[in-house]
């Protein structure tokens, strides 16, 4: 859909350069000005302005979202890496003191540490 017909801009075009600028720098506040600006266009009449700001909200809207889904993805592997270490470290406890019951060698050690057997 053309939003601009003074410059034939299109409402993709602009969502593409906002989620440029936006990748540029995260936090950047996105105008229509500079929207335009990374296009290599001028506003003309500015009539359109007011339809360029919508696109622009909507594109900086999803990309927020899709920054937060990141996040969220980001925390849930990262739980999940902390449980299967949190597994494999108990596999390994239960291995140890399995090989430990196989060579007496945990009797001789609480002995050593005057333990009852």
Same mark, same amino acid.
């Given at each position: 859909?053309i939003? *601009?017909? *003074?410059?034939?801009?299109s409402a993709d &075009? ?5 989620r440029?600028l936006?990748?540029e720098?995260p ?6 000005? !500079?929207?335009?600006?990374e296009? %290599?266009?001028? %506003?003309? *009449?500015?009539g *359109?302005? !007011?339809?360029v700001?919508?696109?622009i909200? !909507? &594109?900086v809207?999803?990309?927020?979202k899709? #920054?937060?889904?990141? #996040? &969220?993805i ?5 739980a999940? $890496?902390?449980? $299967?270490e949190? &597994? =494999? @470290?108990?596999?390994r406890?239960e291995?140890s003191?399995r090989r430990? @019951? =196989?060579?007496?060698?945990?009797? #001789? =050690?609480?002995?050593?540490? %005057?333990?009852?057997?």
């Amino acid at each position: 859909m053309i939003v *601009c017909h *003074c410059n034939v801009i299109s409402a993709d &075009e602009i969502r593409k350069a906002a989620r440029g600028l936006l990748r540029e720098d995260p936090w950047r506040y996105v105008t229509p000005i !500079s929207v335009y600006q990374e296009l %290599g266009k001028r %506003g003309k *009449c500015f009539g *359109c302005f !007011s339809a360029v700001v919508e696109t622009i909200i !909507s &594109e900086v809207i999803a990309e927020r979202k899709l #920054d937060n889904l990141k #996040d &969220e993805i980001v925390e849930q592997t990262i739980a999940h $890496l902390k449980t $299967l270490e949190t &597994e =494999r @470290q108990e596999r390994r406890r239960e291995q140890s003191q399995r090989r430990m @019951q =196989r060579t007496g060698r945990g009797a #001789d =050690r609480r002995a050593k540490l %005057g333990a009852p057997a």
